[in-house]
């Protein structure tokens, strides 16, 4: 039976395809994206990553900042996460994105007479009790809010990379040191990627002062404004090295000022596998999304379709005995 495999012309780049069902030399589909199918894309020395980094970890497929969500996008081939950092009344970083905790946790089922839910009002002992996974899915009951020490543990044994979003700073003044002390006590986090891999970590946040900070303290590290910084004032913000808009906020020619000025652009939050292709034409960097999967199987199909030296072709049937 007669079976096909993609010749690279130049011996730099491959796509690793990697399905229960479709052999390591077939393409996904670019109609029909496949949800919770595992894709991974190597990059040639000469070729810049492209990252789909998963939001709040793979929060499509498990609750968003939790351990599984972390344990989500490391199964599905995801290289980078995104994750919200806050901070408990007695100091303890923790992930969440809200700054109360009745959407993504049974708070209210716990502590009911409480006249306030916020973060910042509870322990991190209190905070314990509380399931952050029933909401998505009982299949998730007992999930835990994770606190970042243990975030960062569990990025290492999956060797996955970190956006770290600084959630509502103002809220918990200091916390930019707090975190800054915690990466720096762990070398693996502060070291720099080769110009061709994607960064370890980036620190970002839609509090441009504590993202100034914040690379103060960390200054070997990359770090991103989100939001859309004006056109005009995209230069005057190269001390960071990423600007991630919302993606419903830009265009074609957003990303190539931001680029001309030396910075790199990756938007949030996409979902939609056309709307992933359309920015990857505009020529971003990466894109934010809830389902890494498809978020990689739209980069590996990007690459293929950029690059005339990849070609299929029927290979002579000897080649397979
Ligand atoms: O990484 C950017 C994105 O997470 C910002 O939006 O509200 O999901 O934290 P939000
Ligand atoms: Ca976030």
Known sequence: MPRFGIVVAAVSFVVAVSTSTASAAQVPEQSEPKRGVSVSVEYAFSERPLIAVAHRGASGHAPENTLASLDAAGRLGAETVEFDVQRTSDDVLVLMHDTTLERTTDVVKVFPDRGS???ADFTMAEIRRLDAGSWFDPAFEGETVPTFEEALDRLEELDLNLFLEIKEPKLYPGIEEEIAAELSGRDRWLETASPHRPDRLV???????????????????????????????????AWAQMINPNHTTIDKAYVKRVQDAGLTIMPYTINDRSRMDTVLGWGVDGFITDFPDVGQQAIAARRVESRPSVRIVKPPLSLFG
């Open 203 to 237: 620190v970002q946040s839609f509090d441009w002062e504590v993202v100034r900070r914040s690379k103060e303290l960390l200054p070997s590290v990359p770090h991103a404004l989100l939001g859309r910084v004006p056109e005009s004032q995209i230069s005057n913000h």
């Open 117 to 119: 839910y916020r973060v």
